[in-house]
């Protein structure tokens, strides 16, 4: 693949298109997870193995069973079980590897499933990297790097979001402002720094 496709679907999925402050998908798990850095960081490796996977697998399936048998019409549902799926593998890894952090995560975790984040890049790569039901070339390796790129964004947009939040912690705020008004505030501020990129032209 051409380096600078590589470098444009990077600076594109972390940057201008990022899912969370440019597109505004997967805010529940954002606003949710993101009061302290160690969760938030978990969560976005948890979000970016599971966007990566499912970008694979969606357009390995898109390609060769939703295309040939003409049942495109099935794409939404076919994504989500695999999206699913994978979710389930994070969440038996997680609690079995560390019951605390499994806590911390609360309803969060199993909620990737449904966060239209995940899915949405799935369905980003059946619709760009198709042309008239053919895959272009290079498909494949676009896909996953635009799932990895797009949980990266992901990833990015949560460690600034926790580290903003802690350090508002150690501050006297009023109470009409603590906790969530306070992350739609910060969230807001931060998505109008991140329209700033959708300048750059490829």
Do not use: H
Request: aromatic residues 14%; contains cysteine; proline residues 3%.
């Amino acid at each position: 693949m051409d380096v600078s496709k590589f470098i444009t679907i990077m600076i594109s999925m972390v940057f201008i298109n990022n899912f969370i402050l440019s597109k505004f998908l997967g805010l529940c798990s954002f606003i949710g997870v993101s009061k302290e850095s160690k969760p938030a960081l978990s969560m976005g490796f948890a979000v970016t193995f599971v966007t990566t996977m499912s970008s694979m697998i969606t357009w390995l399936i898109y390609r060769y069973l939703l295309i040939p048998f003409n049942i495109t019409y099935l794409r939404t549902i076919s994504f989500i079980l695999v999206i699913a799926s994978f979710v389930q593998l994070v969440e038996m890894v997680v609690r079995k590897s560390s019951p605390a952090l499994y806590r911390a995560f609360g309803i969060y975790l199993p909620l990737i499933t449904v966060n239209c984040a995940v899915l949405g890049v799935a369905v980003l790569n059946s619709e760009e990297f198709f042309i008239n039901g053919q895959a272009v070339k290079g498909g494949f390796l676009m896909s996953a790097l635009q799932g990895f790129f797009a949980g990266i964004g992901y990833l990015l947009a949560m460690l600034l979001m926790s580290g903003i939040r802690e350090r508002l912690e150690l501050i006297d705020l009023p109470k009409s402002l603590k906790d969530v008004p306070l992350a739609f505030i910060i969230a807001s501020l931060m998505s109008l720094a991140f329209m700033g990129f959708s300048g750059f032209k490829f």
